[in-house]
Nanobody, 120 residues
Framework: QVQLVESGGGLMQAGGSLRLSCAAS????????MGWYRQAPGKQRELVAT???????NYADSVRGRFTISRDNAKNTVYLQMNSLKPEDTAVYYC??????????????WGKGTLVTVSS
């Protein structure tokens, strides 16, 4: 069993910053890609950013230049530094990880989400 637990969400004014964290725990052999997705009210879940096990990031166009994804492999943790926040960044942010529970078996896991609200 693997758990992903997010933290760091909250209420922030436009232009401010927040840092999200997501720690993976449980029966982990290794973790491949990790990432952040978000879902705004009435909208589909969308990719925000992902990062490979080697540290290569990928960003949605809407956050590139404002958000930075990073990870600490020793802690099985991924971070999302969000700067210059906009009201349209308001959403529930979900952590995702491709977790190998053995050398030959892995699957995607999701956190329960953390709410980020940006006021204008």
């Amino acid at each position: 069993q693997v758990q992903l637990v997010e933290s760091g969400g909250g209420l922030m004014q436009a232009g401010g910053s927040l840092r999200l964290s997501c720690a993976a725990s449980g029966s982990i052999f290794s973790i491949n890609a990790m990432g952040w997705y978000r879902q705004a009210p009435g909208k589909q879940r969308e990719l925000v950013a992902t990062i490979t096990s080697g540290g290569s990031p990928n960003y949605a166009d809407s956050v590139r230049g404002r958000f930075t994804i990073s990870r600490d492999n020793a802690k099985n943790t991924v971070y999302l530094q969000m700067n210059s926040l906009k009201p349209e960044d308001t959403a529930v942010y979900y952590c995702n990880a491709e977790v190998m529970t053995s050398r030959y078996y892995g699957m995607d896991y999701w956190g329960k989400g953390t709410l980020v609200t940006v006021s204008s």
